[in-house]
């Protein structure tokens, strides 16, 4: 079986990610950083996301599997004193694979012909450089609101308990092939109206958004950060590919939502 690990880059994440190859050379795993099986992300959510970019030309051949090195994330569920009994299970096979839906976002352009399409593993956010952003949203072609505020935020359904939760988002289950649209700061008074409440939607719906006001935006994928110009249109759609996770026991996703939210608040 042929491995790759991406770490967060820290003492301790480096020094696993030693342990780990050592391990994993024992068991005869090959590394393989162009077309691995397996990628281990050794650090927390915010790594595993950037493991995540780094092999999206390969989703259908590669498994990934989260070691935290900080607080347990929605990703990364393996303690760091576990990685010889995580390598045995990887050489054993002992483990499932499960798949969650990802986001497809594509945008148009004014002027140029070709599109630019991205994944995103959490969400999608626009934000206009100046002070309101403006947008008519769209839903399965036909108009649904215009929107003014500071910004709107299309999320994954394991994206749901990131930035869009910060937002006023349901939590979503993982295993439903959804989107969900959360607003940041709408503008709701006598002139202006939104629907004030986070829209979810299913897998054979889009949702397009079009530019009102400036043809320039910042439009976030994951942890990417980009500044699009002369933007006719961003589109949503659920993708029909699919993250893989090697899953090696039980974690129920209400669980991970109970520890992270919930249990340490007394």
């Known amino acids: ?97 499960i798949e969650y839906p990802l986001l497809d976002v594509t945008i148009n352009y004014r002027e140029q012909k070709d ?40 999320s994954t359904p394991s994206g749901s308990t990131a930035y869009s939760k910060a937002l006023g988002g349901a939590i979503v289950h993982p295993s439903l092939p959804t989107m969900q649209l959360t607003e940041m700061a709408s503008i709701n008074n006598r002139v202006f109206r939104t629907v004030g409440a986070p829209l979810i939607l299913p897998a054979h719906h889009k949702c397009v958004l079009k530019p009102v006001k400036g043809p320039d935006f910042m439009v976030t994928i994951d942890h990417l950060q980009l500044l699009h110009k002369d933007v006719k249109s961003i ?13 090696f026991r039980p974690f129920p996703f209400w669980r991970r939502v109970r520890n992270a939210f919930i249990e340490n608040n007394g």
């Open 115 to 154: 599109s630019t399409q991205y994944l995103a593993l959490n969400e999608s956010s626009i934000k206009s450089p100046e002070v309101t952003l403006v947008m008519d949203v769209e839903l399965n072609d036909k108009h649904f609101e215009r929107f003014r505020g500071d910004g709107l935020c299309m």
């Open 1 to 97: 079986m042929k491995y790759s690990i991406q770490s967060r880059n820290d003492k301790l994440s480096n020094q696993l990610m030693d342990e780990a190859i050592n391990y994993l050379k024992g068991f005869g795993f090959v590394y393989d950083k162009d077309e691995p099986d397996i990628v281990l992300s050794i650090g927390g959510d915010g790594t595993l996301l950037h493991a995540f970019h780094k092999y999206s030309y390969r989703l259908e051949d590669t498994a990934f599997v989260g070691i935290h090195t900080g607080h347990l994330g929605f990703y990364a569920d393996w303690k760091p004193e576990e990685i010889e009994k995580l390598v045995i299970s990887l050489a054993r096979k002992e483990f499932d694979v």
């Open 235 to 247: 589109e949503y759609r659920v993708s029909t590919e699919k993250i893989r996770f090697a899953r």
